[in-house]
Structures are given as structure tokens and as C-alpha cells.
């Protein structure tokens, strides 16, 4: 049974870097075609999306946080990470990491976060 | 991005009710369409993906419908354990971007 589990930096102070690992159990972050993912919710918010990485390391980020996002894989850890860089009160959320499972039918393969972390909430404030 | 809708953001009913939940994308995003079911201090569950199709162990009182940028999720006869916030999300372009959330609480 996948599970994910994310640990990390609790309290962030404004223009520093946050960084969250989030370890994987179950299968392999390096499993051909597996798509890894960071989610985040700010206090009584949304959901918002992160950005992606792929079983080969290639990423994609959310282009309203590009500039300050870099997501790896740990391959002997078996975990993937995220850094985010000059963090703000905005970046203030609880910070979940998600498989981005594959799914097919009659229109090709639909994709859906099936398997998520508990959350890590993460506080920027001096 | 592509922008997601819901209606209402927040909805009162009864055990034993039927509610619907409208999701409407900025664009045509064909059936790639997913819903989710948020409970406080929890992680969101995927309920539905594909607009119509039900994810393994979701009770059968959860349906999806809809195609192209208009969706709704539908709960058949409310339990108690389904008053929770519910998520639609769209996983046509990246980054995937959700709706802003529709609050079903007990009347």
C-alpha cells in the first residue's frame, strides 16, 4: 500500500528557504511513469498546485512560483523535496505532497492525485 | 490557467438529502475533471476522476457527470461522514488548478 509522508521545516522566517521532504513507502519515486507532486493550502484557503516531478527527475513547476521553486528526487532515500526560496507570509500553508496517478479510459489518460501526505504546515513569521 | 468555478461555496442540508455541487472551467476541458472531499485537518480524497468515473472504495451514493466546462458532483442520500468541503479540479493543462472549495454542512 502506497503511503507518503512529509517532514520539514515548521517555522520559516520571511526571506528564507523553506524545505519539506516528503518520503515515499510502498513503491518507487523512481517507478517508470510515476509523477510526484506538491500541493498547498494556506490557512482556511484553497488548494493550489506546485509543481510536478517525474519518475526521471524532469519538473514542472506553477508559473506563479517558478522563479523560487527546485523539486528532486532522492533515489536511495526513496523520498522527493521541495525548496522554495525568499518565503513570505503568503507562503504560510499547509504543504501536502501527492501522487499524480494515471488513470485510462475511452479518451486516453486522465490524471488525478489518488494518494496524498497527511500534510506538513509550515509558518512564515519572525 | 485554467480556471475553476464552483456553486455554491457553501450549502446546508439534511442527512438523507440529495445535493449537487457545479464546478464550470474557464475552457473546454473535455471529461478531464476530477472531485475531491476535504475533512478539517485532513488530506483531500479523490472521489471521483474523469468527470464520471468512480475511484476505488468511494461509496456508489458519489456521481460525477458533465463534459467540456460545465460538472457537477452529486451525493444521492447524504450520510454524516460526507459533511466536508468538496474540491473539483481540472488535469487538462499543468499545474492543475482547483476550485475554491463548496462547504456542505448539517442543517
Known amino acids: 500500500q502506497l503511503q507518503l509522508h512529509e517532514s520539514g521545516s515548521g517555522l520559516v522566517k520571511p526571506s528564507q528557504t523553506l524545505f519539506l521532504t516528503c518520503a515515499v513507502s510502498?513503491?518507487?519515486?523512481?517507478?517508470?511513469?510515476?509523477?510526484w507532486s506538491w500541493i498547498r493550502q494556506p490557512p482556511g484557503k484553497g488548494l493550489e498546485c506546485v509543481g510536478y516531478i517525474y519518475h526521471s527527475g524532469n519538473t514542472d513547476y506553477n508559473p506563479s512560483l517558478e522563479s523560487r521553486v527546485t523539486m528532486s528526487l532522492d533515489r536511495a532515500k526513496n523520498q522527493f523535496s521541495l525548496k522554495l526560496t525568499a518565503v513570505t507570509a503568503a507562503d504560510t500553508a499547509v504543504y501536502f505532497c501527492?501522487?499524480?496517478?494515471?488513470?485510462?479510459?475511452?479518451?486516453?489518460?486522465?490524471?488525478?492525485?489518488?494518494?496524498w501526505g497527511q500534510g506538513a504546515m509550515v509558518t512564515v513569521s519572525s | 490557467d485554467i480556471q475553476m468555478t464552483q456553486s455554491p461555496s457553501s450549502l446546508s442540508a439534511s442527512v438523507g438529502d440529495r445535493v449537487t455541487i457545479a464546478c464550470r472551467a474557464s475552457q473546454d476541458i473535455n471529461t478531464f475533471l476530477n472531485w475531491y472531499q476535504q475533512s478539517p485537518g485532513k488530506a483531500p480524497k479523490l472521489l471521483i476522476y474523469?468527470?464520471?468515473r468512480l475511484q476505488s472504495g468511494v461509496p456508489a451514493r458519489f456521481s460525477g457527470s458533465g463534459t467540456g466546462t460545465d460538472f457537477t458532483l452529486t451525493i444521492s442520500s447524504l450520510q454524516p461522514e460526507d459533511f466536508a468541503t468538496y474540491y473539483c479540479?481540472?488535469?487538462?493543462?499543468?499545474?492543475?488548478?482547483f476550485g475554491q472549495g463548496t462547504r456542505l454542512e448539517i442543517k
Open positions: 501527492a501522487r499524480d496517478g494515471h488513470f485510462y479510459d475511452s479518451n486516453g489518460r486522465h490524471d488525478a492525485f489518488d494518494v
Open positions: 510502498g513503491d518507487s519515486v523512481t517507478s517508470d511513469g510515476s509523477t
Open positions: 479540479q481540472q488535469s487538462y493543462t499543468i499545474p492543475a488548478t
Open positions: 474523469s468527470a464520471s
